[in-house]
């Protein structure tokens, strides 16, 4: 099958509704409790086992940052108080951090307005033996299956409504991993409505690194609120990540779409203002943005209404962008932008 899915047909992300089942399910999946482990109040700082620096991001996810990893992780800061990544997604700047112990965060604390993904996170954490268990029972059959089996099995899986955190954490990668292109997108209701893909020999099941991503998260507080409140407890010698989705290259290439639940200017202003308080407090910033005017003109000193001088702006090689559409795709210069100066960054050498 192939599956276009038309910016209108589709909101990408809608993070404040919870998003796997039915139209009708909504309601009901509100009420999904936590993975068993209680959520600790502070990020805990704690010896890593030594499996979490091999962790990977465990979902596919728009605009994951795995391909620009190297060029972030180069330019954060060489020392870390506490990590905070509130626009988590697929957590490749968090796992790539990690990835060096002697470099690696103690306290972190990754936050994402997506309540399913987050949930999908606790339960990683906390639940993994469960997790791992569920996701062998979903994977066998499918494997196994033919084209048209497989397909029955998403489409019923996609339509059923998850009866706990960990059988919602398992439809959630199961969905990921089987679905068109390993998109997250859900209609204006809510609901899930990405169609099946086509892949071989998904690989649903990654049991070494979901036990990896475990070791990883543990300790690490997860919330799910939106980024102003997540950026309320940052002090100084913190270090903040921020990968909001994208201001949209052209209307129609727009994966966040300017429908409900997207990421519009008014957002990428609120966000600047929350960037220029956590600068005012002493907090390392660094941000991801597409090379849009509109989000120079918000960092660049010599650009816009809003520019005030304090930020450094690098340009990083461009990336595939996201397009449902594979014919679409074009090559996307991306922004990071710092409010620290070079000295205080890991990298030895200088990028060119
Ligand atoms: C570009 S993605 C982050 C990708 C991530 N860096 C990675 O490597 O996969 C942006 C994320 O922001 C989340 N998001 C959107 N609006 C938000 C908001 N107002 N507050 C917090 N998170 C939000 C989306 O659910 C999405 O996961």
């Known amino acids: 099958m192939t599956a276009n899915l038309a910016p209108d047909q589709a909101v990408a992300y809608n993070p404040g509704t919870p998003a796997l089942g039915t139209a009708g399910d909504q309601r009901r999946s509100a009420a999904i409790p936590p993975a068993r482990a209680p959520q600790t109040p502070q990020a805990t700082p704690r010896a890593r086992r030594p499996e979490a620096a091999l962790a990977r991001p465990f979902i596919k996810w728009a605009g994951g940052k795995q391909q620009l990893v190297a060029e972030l992780v180069a330019r954060a800061p060489r020392s870390i108080e506490t990590y905070y990544e509130p626009f988590i997604g697929g957590g490749a700047m968090f796992f790539a951090l990690l990835a060096d112990p002697t470099l690696a965060p103690r306290r972190a604390v ?10 999908v996170y606790e339960v990683v954490r906390d639940d993994v033996d469960a997790l791992v268990a569920r996701l062998e029972a979903l994977q066998g059959p499918y ?22 955190a960990v059988d919602l954490a398992a439809k959630f990668i199961f969905l990921n991993k089987t679905c068109f292109n390993g998109l ?11 169609p099946h893909g086509k892949y071989r020999n998904p690989r649903i099941l990654d049991e070494p ?13 997860l919330t799910h609120l939106d980024f102003e409140a997540a950026l309320a407890a940052p002090k100084q010698g913190d270090f903040v990540y921020l990968d909001p989705p994208f201001e949209p290259l052209s209307a129609t290439s727009s994966f966040t779409g300017y429908t409900e639940g997207s990421f519009s200017r008014t957002e990428q202003r609120r966000l600047k203002l929350a960037v220029d308080d956590l600068t005012d407090r002493g907090v390392h910033v660094m941000l991801s943005n597409s090379s849009q005017d509109y989000i120079l003109g918000l960092y660049s000193a010599d650009r816009g209404p809003f520019a005030d001088g304090r930020y450094r702006i690098d340009s990083t090689p461009a990336r595939r962008a996201i397009n449902s559409r594979g014919d679409k795709r074009g090559p996307v210069d991306e922004l990071v932008v710092l409010n620290y100066p070079p000295e205080v960054e890991r990298r030895e050498l200088p990028i060119p």
């Open 184 to 194: 997250y997108r859900v209609n204006r209701q809510g609901v899930f409505n990405v």
């Open 209 to 221: 690194n979901l036990r990896a991503a475990s070791a990883a998260l543990a300790g690490v507080r």
């Open 143 to 164: 494997l196994a299956a033919d084209a048209e089996d497989r397909s029955t099995q998403f489409y019923a899986e996609r339509g059923r409504q998850p009866v706990g």
């Open 110 to 119: 990754l936050n994402d307005l997506n309540r399913d993904l987050v949930t």
